[in-house]
């Protein structure tokens, strides 16, 4: 190895402000988007590998709850990198959270 950091590295120590803002309001819902995803391949890949009808309306459930919550938290996290970039054109401040 060279000792070189990849591109998203050197951007994360070349802007610390940015990264530490950035990722302090995306980690929460990009985190409940990753566990979604895994809940919604459980749901598609269980369910036709048990028999019983109570598992199946269970996997059914499962699929049916995932993908509406994971458009609302794709939409918090695009929602939230849009005020990001407002706040960092300076049309808006955190503090005032809303229409300026």
Known sequence: MSGRLPPAARSSFAFPRLYASSFSGFY??????LWLLMLRGMGIELRSHVGDPLWRSFFDFLLALAGPLLAVFFGAAVGYFAFLYRSFRGKVTPAEGGEH
């Open 28 to 33: 929460l819902p990009l985190m409940i988007v």
